[in-house]
């Protein structure tokens, strides 16, 4: 009987030993609604894509340019602050530069339908070759009704030029704004549906593109645009700003965002 006690109490205090010399898991901290380790949470501080620098070109027409906001910068200074705060270095690009912010280069084309943007594009995409592009272009295709049963072709083909000249580059494809003009938003809405389709068919070809839908809950409402009906207010641009962001962190999440191809002149920052 001592014997069984004696060995009972060497089991125990061999297994208390071990116990002190395991290796405890690193502490763990929340992050919204779910728990990520310490490693994790400090690689996300670093920005998108680990910290990758982003070349970003601002591609459409005058809500690109920012036309309506009272600074002229549109969505671009909010967008380009919140990516700069995550831990991004930023360099917009483009030939049309506007607004008082610093590195306001844009591709933003006052009046352009989605024909003459593409043109521009041409010119403009293999000079900057941007590793993230964001297109926002269409409107004035439906405020003229230009051919519009034909207008998810014309996005197509903008699109495939943007991989080929720029074959790092991720789109994020912009739905097109409301409009208090019925007639118009009309329009806007089969334009939107057309999109739509195009983005689906690109992303099962496995291009890098997410779909962002600017007449969602979150993107500028009717109260948010000036007399005209069509463009934003500042507040209007705010929105357009955050719902950019949230699709520059859906492609994140994708794993979609590459390093931008190297271009003489160009640095990681630009300001």
Known sequence: MLAN????WCILACASQAVKGLALPAPQASSGDRILPRDTIE??????????????MPLGASITYGYG??????????????????GNKVNMVGDNP??????????????????????KANKA???????????????????????????????????????RESPKATVILSTLLVNRNADVQKRIVDFNDQLKEVANKFQLYGKRIVLVDMQGT??????????????????????????????????????????????????????
């Not at 006690?5 to 009972?8: A, G, N, R, S, V």
Request: proline share 3%; hydrophobic share 30%.
């Open 125 to 163: 995409v293999p000079k900057f070759k941007p590793n993230l592009i964001l297109v926002n272009g269409g409107t004035n295709d439906c405020i003229g009704d230009d051919d519009l049963p034909n207008a998810g072709n014309r996005v197509t083909d903008l699109l495939n030029d943007l991989y």
């Open 69 to 86: 906001s009272t600074d002229k910068n549109g969505y671009r200074k909010d967008l380009r602050d919140k990516l700069e705060d995550g």
């Open 218 to 271: 979150k993107g500028p409402a009717k109260d948010d645009l000036i007399d005209d009906g069509t463009h934003p207010n500042d507040a209007g641009y705010r929105k357009m700003a955050d719902v950019w962001f949230d699709g520059i962190k859906q492609a994140d999440s994708r794993h979609y965002l590459q390093e931008a191809e190297d271009v003489e002149g160009l640095t990681a920052d630009g300001a």
């Open 5 to 8: 006690k004696h060995l009972l």
């Open 98 to 119: 506007a607004g008082d912010m610093k590195d306001n280069e844009a591709e933003g084309w006052k009046s352009y339908t989605v024909k003459m943007i593409h043109d």
């Open 43 to 56: 690689a996300r501080a670093k920005g998108f894509g680990d910290g990758m620098a982003l070349r970003i």
